[in-house]
């Protein structure tokens, strides 16, 4: 296992010294092609104390692309491609660290190998797999009428969308796992990268593609 997290790390590791070739071109080739892996990685992609965002995600992307160049995940660093991600926001991953081991932990570099020593590159790479889906740019407005869809992932497994406008809007999506709380969108973090055909959403817990 040991050998397994020090593989991953040196991997993540690989994907930084290779950030700027993951970040869209100046020269994009037309308007709304700005990569979402370039979104994700422009604050510097660091691990900080925001719970808000999504570092962990990120580092997880680059970990997995380093490991494993040809994997489904890559297309997030590809602006022509069309495509729609729920990114669960770091505190999300607090929250899976949470129910896998019983522990809190706070710093996001600990939860990030907390996650590599648990599950392997692998495991993360059909998860964060669960999260996309690819072909289609799900803005908001689309979203919101999706109520009872079933989105097919870039995993193969289907999230369901369920959509309620009373007392107050919520936008939920039920996954595998039936006795966890299903993830909510973040009403606050909608659009992401808004304007291009890679667009996201942020969400407040992992979608788990099994009943764990």
Not at 14 to 31: D, G, R, W
Not at 152 to 172: F, M, W
Not at 176 to 187: E, I
């Amino acid at each position: 296992m040991k050998r397994r997290v020090s593989a991953a790390l040196a991997a993540s590791a690989l994907a930084l010294t290779a950030l700027p070739a993951m970040a869209p071109a100046a020269n994009a080739k037309a308007i709304g092609e700005d990569s979402l892996a370039g979104l994700l990685t422009s604050d510097g992609n660091a691990f900080d104390k925001n719970k808000n965002d999504f570092d962990i995600v990120t580092e997880a992307a680059l970990a997995i692309v380093g490991a494993k160049p040809d994997s489904p995940v890559a297309l997030l660093a590809d602006g022509t491609q069309r495509l729609t991600v729920f990114a669960p926001t770091d505190q999300a991953f607090r929250l899976l660290v949470k129910d896998l081991t019983g522990q809190t932990i706070k710093s996001e570099k600990k939860i990030f190998n907390a996650l590599v020593e648990l599950a392997g590159v692998d495991t993360i790479e059909t998860v964060l797999l669960y999260h996309v889906v690819p072909g289609k740019t799900l803005t908001s407005p689309k979203v919101l009428k999706a109520d009872g869809a079933r989105l097919t992932t870039a995993q193969g497994g289907k999230v369901k969308v369920k959509v309620k406008t009373k007392p107050r809007l919520s936008i939920t999506l039920k996954d595998r796992d039936r006795n966890d709380r299903d993830p909510k969108v973040v009403l606050k973090a909608l659009d992401l990268n808004k304007g291009n055909k890679q667009v996201a959403h942020g969400i407040d817990r992992v979608l788990r593609p099994i009943n764990l």
